[in-house]
């Protein structure tokens, strides 16, 4: 089991950066695949990002891609997820997630944070 927190959502303009953080605790967060998923309203839960236990595999949908950088440190047990560049359509409710997968569907994964608040600008 592993219980997951996020943290470092807010408001933001258009074209500026944020840093969203996922603090884990529980047992053996190193041996599972952490990802970023986000929900806007009325659309469903998609797939933004992950990246393995190893760190040898890192994945991010194509909307994000060149814009959002995914990391982790398993010394803090801690997942990032580092937006520039940002968009008012990347307006979203996003979670951090984490299953011994490296699939993308939000059912493969099992734990789940309760979701910080990224509000976008034009």
């Known amino acids: 089991q592993v219980q997951l927190v996020e943290s470092g959502g807010g408001l933001v303009q258009a074209g500026g950066s944020l840093r969203l953080s996922c603090a884990a605790s529980g ?24 990246y393995s236990r190893a760190g040898d595999i890192t994945a991010y949908a194509d909307s994000v891609k060149g814009r959002f950088t995914i990391s982790r440190d398993n010394a803090k047990n801690t997942a990032y997820l580092q937006m520039t560049n940002l968009r008012p359509e990347d307006t979203a409710v996003y979670f951090c997630a984490a299953e011994r997968t490296l699939r993308r569907g939000k059912e493969d994964y099992n734990f789940w944070g309760q979701g910080t608040q990224v509000t976008v600008s034009a």
């Open 27 to 50: 047992r053996s967060f190193d041996t599972y695949t952490v990802a970023w998923f986000r929900q806007a309203p009325g659309k469903e839960r998609e797939f933004v990002s992950s």
